[in-house]
């Protein structure tokens, strides 16, 4: 028999021995105590008669008599499981067995095979929570040899030292290939146990160390699915792929299982199976009004999705899901809101600037000059957008039918008129009909560049509201081959709004055509380029990929000069918009090109490849990108800066330490890096006005360097968009005093104040929707697109390409709460508005919002904030409740 371990040694670190008292005076020795005795003074009888009891059962538990032993292990038993332990201090019972650990593992190592041996492994197990050595795992290794009992009944903090030390084991079975059948049977144990005591964000974690998430689907019931699957979603954000991806597979079961279908739904949406699962929820349920309600989801993220016989036998409901699905009753429910937020009355560019609050200096900018009149065209088009009237476009038509119209579009110069026409589409937006109506008389233009900006606006009108009989693409498709170069731009960029995400077989075969062709001009080539990307968006498509690649290959030196020719490659990105490793092939074969365009491509789309995953190791990549220093003529660190943002947008933690790292590189990078830094923060924080990225860009928008501070300004009115921000317009009206004599800054002036007055500060530019939960493709490859474009402001948005600001279309949504009955017509019921909390993983049922006020619905939304219904007497189709809401009268709500 081994000799025992000496038991002095485990003695000091016992914790609540750490405050001793003095020793007692020398007479108190001379009494004949012994040392190890001085401990024992400061003990209270009870405590004494416990330590001395406990030791007499270990000393029983080694005798040679089974019956004497059992009673002695019995006892111990009883006595570990009934002490209460505080929180802060080891249970007396464990306390006074420390010495004897020691002792008893020996004995174990020579007692037979028998039950008593097993009873003997659990209570080691269970004094092996406080004694055994770092990393050894005793405690598991006991718990192996014991008796298969309840493991509960030793308490919440044994499971969990357990499920540390199972991790650790599972971990190194792996390694050295041993099986790992005991373990699980222990984690099926640990996992029920944890289910019953809510705690089931521990039960996951353990789950994803033994890489066995299907148990979760076995121990889930009704009360616990909820929180489950908030916490597999949550967390999946932060996990490395493939297990990501597994995570939210296992919450989509979860939550088709308990038949919580609208939550199945975001999942289907977000794992992007192609349409598999999103038909799954649609046919799992016979309720015609949970399907209206899915769609209405659907219509918000933009998929673009064909109701067929599957999903709706009946005729009649098909038509209705169809409408739903195809986004017609969009323009109708904003106006709602507008008459009940009383924002209808039109507003002019005037009203905006509020040059009376300007002290001083004003004056200049009452001369009509082309550059002014073009950016109040801009401005008007952002504050009316989706009002169907504004005071420069639509207003005084009564006197003759050309009315003020004709006269404003006539006071801009030549491609300025494109932006007026185009500007009617923004005014009239998703108001189909009489949209196509307004603009048709300018197509009959004998100016081309009207006819280019009424084709625009055609593409604008129709954008993210689809159409059976598809009326953009009948008319825009004449003047695809146009002779004139204006015309060809407008008809194709409005094809790729009006059509982004919808993958259209017959404009990927006109557009590659034009991509094909012999000798188109450059800037035609381009935006045929990002109009495929557009409506191709996240499609991995090869064939206009291959087309792009090649358009790139063909290019000579000229033309690989000019700025435009960035766009290339942005829209060769679009077509991987968030599809990571999908791109790697793609991206290989960028770098054969041109050595002028070879990075840049490579970075466009690595960044754009990975938007919205919020991948570590991408950002650390393109951070060690942005050290180099490079020699005059590389361009290829803006794309990066804005990659670490695009990336990093995916969730809070990760937006944070981008804006971090973003400040660092304005203090140490070079000036290509510095230019783009802002939008990096502009793209962050999109219709998010946070203070301190406000300030910084504050600070940058007075830049010695133009390109930073007109950025900058851009920014501000990114990151105010549509929020009315009364801090970020009395900043840029500041701005515009302070640069009135400088024509490219005051016109990114203008362009920031329409963006922050975007709808009336109805809109918002934000990508995510449905809690951040979801990102739009559509709505982030627009945002890229004018992104990328603004990295050389100069020889785009202040040149000749300013229509390019339009692209931002596809991400102005309606940031509102609508509930409507079960007619769909729109109902009002008070809900509470708040800051939203994040309740993963908290005890109890905390309260998901907080600082609210209730108001009744319609309601505004800002970002961060959540809605939750005041009222008993109805229950909401879905849990998240943004956009259309479809309401049903709750059955048990008695009006009191």
């Given at each position: 028999m081994p000799p025992p371990e000496n038991p002095s040694d485990a003695v000091p670190d016992a914790p609540s021995e750490a405050a001793q008292p003095p020793p007692p005076p020398p007479a108190a020795?001379?009494?004949?105590?012994?040392?190890?005795?001085?401990?024992?003074?400061?003990l209270s009888e009870e405590d004494l008669a416990l330590k001395e009891q406990l030791e007499l059962y270990v000393l029983r538990a080694q005798d040679v008599d089974p019956g004497v032993q059992k009673l002695a292990l019995e006892s111990m038993r009883q006595e570990i499981r009934s002490a209460t332990s505080s929180m802060t201090s080891v249970p007396k019972p464990l306390k006074f067995l420390r010495p004897h650990y020691g002792t008893l593992k020996s004995y174990f190592e020579t007692m037979p095979e028998s039950d008593l041996k097993k009873y003997m492994a659990d209570i080691l197990s269970v004094l092996a929570l406080t004694m055994s050595v770092e990393g050894e795992r005793e405690s598991l290794k006991y718990r192996l040899l014991g008796s298969e009992g309840d493991i509960g009944s030793w308490g919440h903090e044994y499971v969990r030292n357990l499920a540390g030390e199972i991790a650790q084991e599972f971990q190194k079975r792996q390694d050295d290939d041993l099986p790992i059948d005991a373990l699980m049977e222990l984690v099926q144990q640990i996992i029920s146990f944890h289910m019953k005591h809510n705690a089931e964000p521990e039960a996951v974690d353990l789950l994803m160390e033994v890489e066995d998430l299907?148990?979760?689907?076995?121990?889930?019931?009704?009360?616990?699915?909820?929180?489950a699957c908030l916490y597999l979603t949550s967390s999946s954000k932060y996990l490395p792929a493939p297990d990501d991806m597994l995570a939210l597979d296992i919450a989509y079961t979860i939550y088709m299982k308990f038949g919580d279908l609208a939550s199945a739904l975001r999942i289907a949406l977000l794992l992007d199976k192609s349409m598999q699962y999103v038909k799954q929820v649609y046919t799992t349920t016979d309720d015609l009004l949970l399907k209206k309600q899915f769609s209405y989801i659907i219509a918000?993220?933009?998929?673009?999705?064909?109701?067929?016989?599957?999903?709706?036998?009946?005729?009649?409901?098909?038509?209705?899901?169809?409408?739903?699905?195809?986004?017609?009753?969009?323009?109708?429910?904003?106006?709602?809101?507008?008459?009940?937020?009383?924002?209808?009355?039109?507003?002019s560019p005037e009203d905006i600037y509020k040059v009376h609050l300007i002290d001083g200096r004003g004056a200049s900018s009452s001369l009509d000059s082309a550059r002014q009149n073009l950016a109040a065209t801009f401005v008007n088009a952002f504050v009316n957008a989706g009002f169907g009237q504004d005071k420069l476009m639509t207003a005084a038509s009564d006197s003759s039918s050309s009315g003020s119209s004709g006269t404003w579009l006539f006071k801009n110069k030549e491609h300025g008129k494109a932006s007026a026409a185009a500007s009617l589409g923004m005014i009239l937006l998703w108001d189909t009909d009489s949209g196509l109506a307004q603009l048709d008389k300018y197509l009959h233009s004998s100016d081309t560049h009207v006819v280019a900006g009424a084709l625009l606006g055609i593409g604008i009108v129709t954008c993210g509201v689809k159409n059976d009989c598809d009326p953009a693409l009948a008319i825009l498709m004449e003047y695809i081959g146009n002779d004139d170069t204006n015309i060809r731009i407008g008809a194709i960029l409005g094809l790729g709004i009006a059509y982004a995400g919808s993958q259209k077989e017959e404009l990927k075969i006109h557009l590659s055509a034009v991509l094909g062709d012999s000798q188109p001009p450059l800037e035609v080539l381009v935006f045929s380029a990002i109009a495929l990307g557009l409506v191709?968006?996240?499609?991995?498509?090869?064939?206009?990929?291959?087309?792009?690649?090649?358009?790139?290959?063909?290019?000579?030196?000229?033309?690989?000069?000019?700025?435009?020719?960035?766009l290339l490659p942005v829209a060769l990105g679009l077509l991987y918009l968030g599809k990571q490793e999908s791109v790697e092939a793609t991206a290989e074969v960028s770098k054969t090109f041109d050595e002028k365009i070879g990075k840049y491509c490579d970075i466009t789309l690595m960044s754009l490849a990975y938007a919205g995953t919020g991948n570590v190791l991408k950002v650390q990549k393109l951070l060690g990108i942005c050290s180099q220093h490079l020699e005059k003529g590389d361009t290829h660190q803006g794309p990066a800066v804005l990659g670490i943002a695009l990336i990093a947008m995916a969730e809070e933690l990760g937006a944070e330490m981008a804006v971090r790292s973003l400040e660092r590189l304005l203090q140490y990078g070079e000036q290509n890096i510095r230019r783009a830094v802002p939008l990096a923060l502009g793209i962050l924080c999109i219709s998010n006005p946070k203070v301190n990225v406000m300030d910084t860009l504050s600070r940058l928008s007075h830049d010695a360097d133009a390109d930073v501070s007109m950025a900058a300004i851009i920014s501000l009115g990114l990151i105010g968009a549509g929020t009315n921000n009364a801090r970020i317009a009395g900043m840029l009206r500041n701005l515009s005093s302070y640069y009135y004599k400088e024509a490219a800054h005051l016109f990114c002036v203008r362009i920031a104040q329409g963006l922050v007055h975007l709808g009336k500060g109805l809109l918002t530019l934000s990508p995510y929707h449905s809690d951040r939960f979801l990102l739009s493709p559509m709505a982030l490859g627009g945002l890229v697109t004018v992104l990328h474009a603004c990295l050389d402001m100069k020889s785009t948005i202040l040149g000749r390409y300013h229509y390019i600001l339009y692209i931002i279309v596809l991400a102005m949504q309606p940031r509102m709460l609508l509930t409507v009955d079960e007619d769909l017509k729109p109902l009002s019921v008070p809900v509470r508005v708040g800051q939203a909390v994040d309740v993963v993983g908290q005890a109890g049922r905390p309260k998901t919002i907080t600082g609210f006020q209730t108001h009744s619905t319609p309601v505004l939304l800002a970002a961060g904030e959540r809605a939750e219904l005041a009222t008993e007497k109805y229950i909401p189709l879905t849990p998240v409740l943004e956009g259309f809401v479809i309401l049903k009268k709750n059955p048990e709500y008695h009006e009191e």
């Open positions: 020795k001379s009494k004949g105590k012994k040392k190890d005795e001085k401990k024992d003074d400061d299907d148990l979760l689907a076995e121990h889930v019931d009704s009360t616990n699915y909820k929180r918000r993220h933009g998929l673009a999705m064909e109701i067929d016989d599957e999903i709706a036998a009946d005729d009649n409901d098909k038509e209705v899901l169809q409408e739903i699905v195809n986004n017609t009753k969009l323009s109708e429910g904003y106006l709602t809101l507008a008459r009940d937020i009383e924002v209808m009355e039109p507003k191709f968006v996240g499609s991995c498509n090869e064939e206009i990929a291959q087309s792009i690649i090649f358009a790139l290959m063909e290019r000579s030196e000229a033309e690989l000069a000019e700025p435009i020719i960035r």
